[in-house]
C-alpha cells in the first residue's frame, strides 16, 4: 500500500493562476479531509468528505472547492490563488470518522 | 485566543531524559485527545489517542487527559536523537470523532547525543 500520496510535492504559482492538488489514497478509506499548515497556526482543516459524493467546509474553506467523485482520489482546487494561501497542504484519510487519520507528506505551494 | 495552546519550543534535552510535552485548551466539549509526531518535510503521524480522561501509555510514550485542568501531556522516556520532531497535539468533540480536528501550534523537541 502507498498510503496517502499528494501530488505536487513542490509548486509556485502566479497570483491568480489556478491550479488543482491532487490526493489518492489505496487503503479504501471512506473519510478524506484537507489541511493547511502555516507558522505559529497550526493545522488548519480546509474541507473534508465523509464518502464519495459528499462533501463539507471546515474551517477555512475559503477560497478552495473539492469534490469527491471515487473513494480513492479527493483533489483541492484553488481557483484564483492569492498570497495568503502560500502554505503546506496536507491531505488525510481514514477508515470512518471514528478512526485516526493517515496524513500524506504534503504539497509545499508557495503563491507570488 | 487560541482553542489549543502549545508552547512552540524548541525543547532541547540530552539523550536518556523524559520529555514532558503539554497543552492547553479552551473548549470543554473536546473529547478526543491525539498527539502526532512531525518529521522536518514529512506529514504528521499518529503517536497515540485516547477518549475522554486518563493515562494512555504505548512503550516508551505515555499521555495523560485532564479535563478537569483543560491540560494534556505526552511524556516520552529514555528519550532518543530518534525522538527530535515536532510534536502535535490535536483534539475534537465527542460528535464528531476524527472528523474536525483543531490542532496546537506543535512543540519543536532536539534530542542531543
Known amino acids: 500500500n502507498a498510503g496517502v500520496t499528494q501530488t505536487p510535492k513542490f509548486q509556485v504559482l502566479k497570483t491568480g493562476q489556478s491550479m488543482t492538488l491532487q490526493c489518492a489514497q489505496d487503503?479504501?478509506?471512506?473519510?478524506m479531509s484537507w489541511y493547511r499548515q502555516d507558522p505559529g497556526m497550526g493545522l488548519r482543516l480546509i474541507h473534508y468528505?465523509?464518502?464519495?459524493?459528499?462533501?463539507d467546509q471546515g474551517e477555512v474553506p475559503n477560497g478552495y472547492n473539492v469534490s469527491r467523485s471515487t473513494t480513492e482520489d479527493f483533489p483541492l482546487r484553488l481557483l484564483s490563488a492569492a498570497p495568503s494561501q502560500t502554505s503546506v497542504y496536507f491531505c488525510?484519510?481514514?477508515?470512518?470518522?471514528?478512526?485516526?487519520?493517515?496524513f500524506g507528506n504534503g504539497t509545499r505551494l508557495t503563491v507570488t | 485566543q487560541k482553542e489549543v495552546e502549545q508552547d512552540p519550543g524548541p525543547l532541547s534535552v540530552p539523550e536518556g531524559a523524559i520529555v514532558s510535552l503539554n497543552c492547553t485548551y479552551s473548549?470543554?466539549?473536546?473529547?478526543?485527545f491525539m498527539w502526532y509526531r512531525q518529521y522536518s518535510r514529512k506529514g504528521p503521524e499518529l503517536l497515540m489517542y485516547?477518549?475522554?480522561?486518563g493515562n494512555k501509555e504505548d512503550g516508551r510514550f505515555t499521555a495523560q487527559v485532564d479535563k478537569s485542568s483543560k491540560y494534556i501531556s505526552l511524556f516520552i522516556r529514555d528519550s532518543q536523537p530518534s525522538d527530535s520532531a515536532t510534536y502535535l497535539c490535536?483534539?475534537?468533540?465527542?460528535?464528531?470523532?476524527?472528523?474536525?480536528?483543531?490542532f496546537g501550534t506543535g512543540t519543536r523537541l532536539l534530542v542531543s547525543p
Open positions: 488525510a484519510s481514514s477508515f470512518d470518522v471514528n478512526s485516526p487519520l493517515h
Open positions: 487503503m479504501n478509506h471512506e473519510y
Open positions: 468528505s465523509v464518502g464519495a459524493g459528499i462533501t
Open positions: 473548549n470543554s466539549a473536546f473529547q478526543y
Open positions: 485516547t477518549y475522554s480522561s
Open positions: 490535536a483534539m475534537s468533540e465527542g460528535n464528531t470523532g476524527f472528523q474536525k480536528l483543531v
